[in-house]
Nanobody
């Protein structure tokens, strides 16, 4: 069974930064696309960022583009999300996800495996 474990969430003031990590037990980590999604209270889960299997292609939601950076270290089987210039509206539970395809997607239903989530709270 694939395990994805997020870490790095926390409480930060607006304008601050956080770096999320997602460690994977997936044997073929280097062969799959990965993504970050988030869900705020009372809202649907939304796409944040995605990266292809080798890290040469990325995609971001309009709300985070230019502020967040997704990256991966296949040797460490770890996915990252560097979040800068955080805003109160970025407050949510952040989830990493694995799509067993090499191409990226911004659709949650195309990801097969999910982590348990890590809380990010941005205060004004």
């Amino acid at each position: 069974q694939v395990q994805l474990v997020e870490s790095g969430g926390g409480l930060v003031q607006a304008g601050g930064s956080l770096r999320l990590s997602c460690a994977s037990s997936l044997h073929t980590f280097s062969d799959v696309a990965k993504g970050w999604f988030r869900q705020a209270p009372g809202k649907e889960r939304e796409f944040v960022a995605a990266i292809n299997w080798i890290g040469t292609s990325t995609d971001y939601s309009a709300s985070v583009k230019g502020r967040f950076t997704i990256s991966r270290d296949n040797a460490k089987k770890t996915l990252y999300l560097q979040m800068n210039s955080l805003k109160p509206e970025d407050t949510a539970v952040y989830y990493c996800a694995v799509r067993t395809r090499i191409k990226i997607s911004n659709l949650a239903n195309e990801y097969e495996y999910w982590g348990q989530g890590t809380q990010v709270t941005v205060t004004s």
